[in-house]
């Protein structure tokens, strides 16, 4: 939004009325008029500097989801220890974050039903966790894994 000062001729009329003189009441609205744009000019300064930082902040963001995912990535001894349609869903998990089987199936270009089905068996195993909500079941890592088979 830009603050806009106008002093327009019908303003000017009703200051020569005054007792003022026209030229002082002149002179003051130029200045306030440059103060305001000087503060305007310090806003959009401010919303730029602001717009930046979101910028920055969205990057870091997705960087920091990136690396949690890595962090929360169970031990490589343990995916090797798990069939490989196993690991490729709790890959698929741990990269995409709380999911549902539907979601894993359209990353893994596998059926829903057997997504689902995987996903389970990963629960059981105490690799993944599961809420439902509504009608809906989401999968995410489980925080603490269970203890290496090898």
């Known amino acids: 939004m830009y603050i806009q000062i106008y002093i327009t001729e019908e303003i000017t009329g009703m ?52 690396a949690e995912a890595l962090d929360s990535l169970p031990d490589v001894l343990v995916l090797l220890s798990l069939p490989s349609s196993l690991r490729k869903t709790v890959i698929t998990v741990a990269r995409i974050g709380e ?32 809420r439902r909500i509504g009608r809906k079941t989401y999968f995410r890592l489980k925080r603490s894994l269970p203890a290496q088979v090898i």
């Open 15 to 66: 200051l020569l009325d005054m007792k003022a003189p026209a030229t002082d009441i002149l002179r003051d609205f130029k200045i306030l008029k440059s103060k305001v744009d000087n503060i305007q000019a310090s806003v959009d300064k401010i919303l730029e500097t602001q717009k930046e930082l979101l910028q920055h902040l969205s990057k870091a963001n997705a960087s920091l989801d990136s």
């Open 99 to 130: 999911t549902t089987a539907d979601e894993i199936s359209k990353e893994t270009k596998r059926k829903r039903a057997m997504e689902s089905a995987y996903a389970n068996q990963l629960t059981r195993l105490g690799y993944l966790e599961k």
